[in-house]
């Protein structure tokens, strides 16, 4: 089991749960303190004690944000990769890695041809342990619902400018 998958079973079988399984990956996968983590994260130190205190249970986005961050800075993470959801075309010309942060991360393809492989491919990558995902925009706000990590929509300006100049051509 996953230091991710370990925080949502956590949360899912018992009260507290998530808060215990949060405690056991800071301390041993990450190695790290409570303010080590709110440093890396962005999280409130204290919005982390209420939390690992069983004090306050984290709201969704604060969960989704210390899932994310777990999973990029777990171990398990050392396969980090994008995920790009596209067309077999668009994936054509898709470059095989990036950098992030000083260090390369690998984009990886995901082909689709309709809005429900789309879906189904971003829950795919997402399980696969990408650490975000680039998909079209009349997708991304679906996957950015049902997913925990990143969502990045293509914005295609040059593209579309590019096609109306091909089709004044053909007018």
């Given at each position: ?17 998530f808060q215990k ?21 962005g999280i409130p ?39 790009v959801i596209a ?85």
């Open positions: 089991m996953t230091a991710v998958d370990d925080l949502i079973a956590g949360m899912i079988r018992e009260e507290g749960g399984a949060l405690k056991r990956v800071m301390e041993n996968d990450l190695h790290m303190t409570v303010n080590e983590f709110s440093r890396a994260t130190q204290s919005t982390m004690y209420k939390i690992l205190e069983d004090q306050r249970e984290p709201n969704l986005r604060t969960a989704r944000a210390i899932i994310r961050a777990v999973k990029i800075m777990s171990a398990e993470s050392g396969q980090n990769f994008i995920a067309s077999h075309h668009v994936l054509q010309v898709l470059e095989k890695e990036t950098i992030v942060d000083g260090r390369p991360v690998k984009l990886m393809e995901y082909p689709v041809s309709t809005v429900e492989d789309a879906i189904i491919m971003a829950l795919r990558a997402e399980r696969d342990g990408a650490i975000g995902v680039i998909c079209a925009p009349i997708v991304a706000p679906t996957i950015e619902r049902i997913l925990t990590i990143p969502v990045s929509p293509v914005i295609p300006t040059d593209s579309i400018s590019v096609a109306i100049e091909r089709l004044k051509t053909d007018l």
